[in-house]
């Protein structure tokens, strides 16, 4: 079964930084936009950042200015830096291949 492996969670005081990676198979990566999106305690998951395989990139206005997302095509592993984090964007980060292959998530806890 593909998988994408996601890393990079934590516990962070608020106002500080993580960086979240997804590594994914060669075909996967090189085939398709690889995104992250979140799912907040009860809520349902939301996008939070897109990247192309060409490198163009979109974010939800919530993110924007405060988070990056980058790949790296020749380790097939794409990335989100996350500055300036506040206790709202506590939640499950999830990586996507095209919105077909999710990864199992990872656990991002900010503290006020």
């Known amino acids: 079964q593909v998988q994408l492996v996601e890393s990079g969670g934590g516990l962070v005081q608020a106002g500080g930084s993580l960086r979240l990676s997804c590594a994914a198979p060669?075909?996967?990566?090189?085939?398709?936009?690889m995104a992250w999106y979140r799912q907040l305690p009860g809520k349902q998951r939301e996008f939070v950042a897109i990247?192309?395989?060409?490198?163009?990139?979109n974010y939800a206005d919530f993110v924007r200015g405060r988070f990056t997302i980058s790949r790296d095509n020749a380790k097939n592993t794409v990335f989100l830096n996350m500055n300036s984090l506040k206790p709202e964007d506590t939640a499950v980060y999830y990586c996507?291949?095209?919105?077909?292959?999710w990864g199992q998530g990872t656990q991002v806890t900010v503290s006020s």
């Open positions: 996507t291949a095209g919105g077909i292959t």
């Open positions: 990247i192309t395989s060409g490198g163009n990139t």
């Open positions: 060669g075909r996967i990566f090189r085939n398709h936009a």
